[in-house]
């Protein structure tokens, strides 16, 4: 998977799906994946789904949404995103740039956060 769109939809659907659809997400992720952003991070699948479920067990009803537009560079996707409850209203925003690997499946993510409610 190469297209940037694509790839933001992808990762952003693996943080809004159920646990179990998630498991079945990060499949797709390399086994050593690394997640970081100034709030948290994992490595590998099993840490990263226990960070990802426990994150989105916070914000119950709240989905993320891309953006804008994602732009890629080689083996780089970048893109912005917002997290919204159930009434479409933004409760924090950021930027992503996800690195793939040569078979397209996500090596790293290096999160952003450029701002929360209050």
């Known amino acids: 998977m190469s297209d940037p769109k694509l790839v933001a939809q992808a990762y952003l659907e693996t ?12 499949s ?28 989105m067990a916070r914000f119950p009803g709240h989905r993320f949404a891309l953006d804008g537009e994602p732009d890629g560079h080689g083996h780089f996707v970048r893109f912005s995103w917002t997290l919204r409850n159930g009434a479409e209203v933004s409760v924090a ?9 040569e078979s397209g499946r996500i090596a790293e993510v290096i999160g952003f956060l450029d701002g929360v409610a209050a």
Do not use: C, F
């Open 93 to 101: 925003r950021g930027s992503d740039v996800i690195r793939l690997d």
């Open 28 to 55: 797709a992720w390399r086994p050593d994946a690394v997640y970081t952003d100034p709030l948290m991070s994992g490595k590998g699948h099993e840490a990263l789904q226990t960070m990802m479920d426990s994150a």
């Open 15 to 26: 943080w809004n799906g159920t646990p179990s659809q998630r498991a079945s997400a990060l």
